[in-house]
């Protein structure tokens, strides 16, 4: 569930402006870090094995402050699904389905992940199980098939403005999408076993770092970096490239085959996450009545986010600060907050 959730949007990813033809570099960096960020993010749920990451909060920072910092993250991951639902319908209305209105688009995807939260976290989870193994093949079969046109001279020569364009480019892509998993692995208390949830994260990020990167490389090496930099879908362009015959051409279609259920996972784990962080709030114990509010609340939040894709980008070259105190600095202190508490209480326990 992990690798689609990071895999939603690159699957028509764009070049990293700051990184360049050393995007893959730059995959690499901000899987690593990635890395320690997912140990931290999995750290309060370890801690309280008994309390999902919602108690856990009110738990370190007491019932008030909690109460505070679970309306914060609730609001974000609302923002946060009316933006995928955003992306997704001007991909949509700009690639494939010019003439249809975007609000159709939106409200269509919108009533799907309303239908997946009010059906429960297990429906989700078997609608992932389902879905990867058909991504998983359309993305191997892109892969191989546009192989032939690669020119992998095409990504050289590294650094060649230096580590600083790269450290920056790692940052942008931390910040989408590594960043966001976080409201998917606040989730991760569903599991049975509390063991798993590390195994689950390492595992899903390393493929999702892993695909990217290849991504990278594939789309420079075949499209060349400065074509690359001017190109909205590279990854679509890429596909429009396989040709065997008469019989496999114009695949690029298959790229909107892999964005539309990595995408429907993407905003409905968002959904999901506020619905529960707003019942934690009311002590309610049924997060499926909220989903329809909630749910509707987005779409609404995604026709007037962006007019168009430039106020988009505009709001995205800017995003990867924004993400900083909810997704770095807020996740690091409440980690040091409990490992110190789970310390003394453990001394306290020993004397």
């Not at 975007?102 to 609608?127: H, N």
């Not at 890429?238 to 995408?263: C, K, M, W």
């Amino acid at each position: 569930m992990l690798f689609m959730f990071l895999t939603g949007s690159m699957s028509s990813i764009e070049l990293n402006v700051e990184a360049g033809r050393d995007s893959w570099i730059a995959a690499i960096i901000a899987g690593a870090f990635s890395a320690g960020m997912f140990y931290i993010y999995t750290r309060p749920l370890i801690m309280y094995p008994d309390m999902d990451i919602f108690d856990a909060f009110k738990k370190i920072y007491g019932k008030t402050l909690g109460k505070v910092i679970i309306w914060f993250y609730a609001a974000a991951s609302i923002l946060m699904c009316a933006d995928i639902i955003n992306v997704f319908s001007q991909f949509v209305s700009t690639i494939l389905l010019f003439d249809t209105p975007k609000f159709i688009i939106s409200g269509l995807m919108s009533a799907c992940c309303i239908m997946l939260v009010k059906s429960g976290a297990e429906v989700l989870s078997r609608w992932s199980e389902v879905a990867l193994p058909v991504v998983a093949v359309l993305m191997v079969f892109l892969i191989i098939f546009t192989a032939p046109y690669m020119d992998i001279g095409s990504i050289k020569p590294f650094f060649f403005d230096g580590a600083r364009p790269v450290l920056e480019g790692a940052w942008g892509i931390f910040a989408t999408p590594f960043s966001e998993a976080f409201f998917l692995i606040s989730l991760f208390y569903m599991l049975k076993e509390k063991k798993d949830i590390r195994k689950s994260a390492t595992s899903g990020l390393a493929a999702a770092a892993v695909f990217l990167t290849v991504i990278y490389i594939s789309n420079i090496s075949i499209l060349n970096f400065p074509i690359m930099s001017e190109i909205k879908y590279p990854s679509f362009q890429t596909a429009s490239l396989i040709n065997i015959g008469s019989y496999l051409q114009r695949e690029e279609v298959l790229v909107s085959v892999n964005f539309l259920p990595a995408d429907i996972l993407r905003a409905t784990v968002c959904m999901l996450f506020s619905c529960k962080a707003l019942c934690n709030i009311r002590s309610k114990k049924d997060y499926r009545m909220l989903a329809a509010p909630v749910g509707f609340l987005a779409f609404s939040l995604s026709l007037v986010m962006f007019e168009n894709m430039v106020e988009a980008d505009v709001f995205f070259s800017c995003y990867k600060y924004y993400i900083l105190g909810p997704f770095v600095i807020l996740p690091a202190l409440t980690w040091a907050i409990a490992a110190i508490r789970t310390r003394k209480r453990k001394k306290k326990m020993a004397t």
